[in-house]
């Protein structure tokens, strides 16, 4: 079965070119013109994926985000934007949506974000990652440099702590010490990442490839954006930082 893509552009131009390649990479697509149009067509025949248009007239992408989110429904959104500033991009997570492709963006690129959103959702073997490449090259087992840090406690497989941070990874919940915390999607994935491997640096290529599936090159400042909007709802007043930067090299979570 083609996996579904609801598509939310109010540009014509951009709105046919899009569902054409879409559908010609093996998408079953519904394409409408406005936000009202996305979140009946969402009740109607909920989709494997969103790709909503941030500028919309009437209710825009930021608002669907908001009212599906509200409804509790889970459903991976990939966000198309012009506005290109930090502070729009947290807007957007905020919202509630997975991940922003830029415009004016190369079509290829939407494809990958895609693709890595929809693996994200897919069952997850055993063994490991879905279609994550191991130190043999067989999908579905994780590189060498990741691993269980055995400073990781381990209540069961089903919940994970470190450094005072627990998460139910069935309910996709997490609590720093009795405070529950809001998280999207990627966010939860990516503390997941950090808390399974505490105490080690991830490089920035090896998270993209992780969480993305698809390293974006030097110049993408996504990971930044979300490590910045998880310091947000990890930090509190009086409380040792737990992300932590290395410069150059990338992220490691720890409790000083």
Known sequence: MPQTVLLAEDDRAIRHALERALTLEGYQV????????????????????????????GIDGLQVCRVLRAEGDRTPILMLTALVETADRIAGLDAGADDYVVKPFDVEE?????????????????????????PSGIPGTAPDVL??????????????????????????????????LELTRTEFE??????????IVLD???????IWGYDFGPGSKNLAVYVGYLRR????????????????????????
Do not use: C
Request: aromatic share 4%.
């Open 30 to 57: 519904t394409a409408v013109a406005d936000g009202v149009e996305a979140l009946a067509q969402a009740h109607r025949t909920p989709p494997d994926i969103l790709l909503l248009d941030v500028m919309m007239p």
């Open 110 to 134: 939407v494809f990958a974000r895609l693709r890595a959103l929809l693996r994200r959702t897919s069952p997850v073997p055993a063994n490991g990652v879905p279609g994550t490449p191991g």
């Open 147 to 180: 691993r269980d840090d055995p400073h990781t406690a381990m209540s069961s497989d089903k919940q994970i702590s470190a450094a005072g941070l627990r998460m139910d990874l069935q309910a996709r919940r997490v609590w720093r010490d009795d405070r529950e």
């Open 190 to 199: 990516l503390l997941e990442l950090l808390v399974r491997n505490a105490g």
């Open 204 to 210: 920035h290529s090896t998270i993209y490839d992780r």
């Open 233 to 256: 709802k990890l930090d509190q007043p009086g409380a040792p930082q737990l992300i932590h930067t290395v410069r150059g090299v990338g992220y490691v979570l720890r409790e000083d």
